[in-house]
């Protein structure tokens, strides 16, 4: 009887240490895979932050230089930013309605933005939207801004002409 348990006391000693080990070295794989993955976060990240800025767009036929004036005014009021340019990229604003009663309540338009920071340094946004509510019967300008999830890409100021 006391062989029967040593044996089965001895064959849970084992299965436990083998269970031991295999989840010590299934925790050290999955910390392992864990750096792997972050390292590999890291290259991508730093990859995007090399990748080249798109063509900076002509102004379309909605660009206006008294609205860019305006919004550059007031990116630049803040002080964080020493100067910016706006370009108006479309050819027409696309035009919102309520959904209900088709009344016209605002219109949209893509734009870029460059701006030059303090330090210096110079950021192309490509994503950028204005937007302009419609009152009565004209658009309030200047709009207001809604940024996209791309990404901004740092420039020379002079490729940006800044």
């Known amino acids: 009887m006391k062989s029967e348990r040593a044996r089965h006391h001895a064959s849970l000693v084992i299965a436990v240490a083998s269970t031991a080990l295999f989840a010590t070295g299934c925790f050290g794989l999955n910390a392992a895979a864990g750096a792997a993955d972050a390292e590999e976060r890291e290259a991508q990240k730093a990859q995007q932050e090399k990748k080249e800025a798109p063509p900076i767009p002509a102004p379309g036929k909605v660009h206006d230089e008294a609205l860019a004036k ?83 890409y740092e420039i020379s100021c002079e490729k940006g002409g800044l």
Do not use: H
């Open 70 to 152: 305006q919004l550059v005014d007031k990116m630049t009021s803040k002080g964080t930013i020493t100067d910016a340019k706006v370009i108006f990229s479309d050819d027409e604003w696309r035009i919102e309605r309520n959904e209900n009663s088709g009344v016209v309540t605002g219109r949209v338009t893509n734009a870029t933005v460059i701006y030059k920071k303090k330090d210096g340094k110079c950021t192309q946004d490509p994503s950028s939207v204005l937007r302009q509510q419609f009152v009565g019967n004209d658009f309030v300008g200047p709009g207001e801004w809604a940024l996209m999830m791309t990404d901004k």
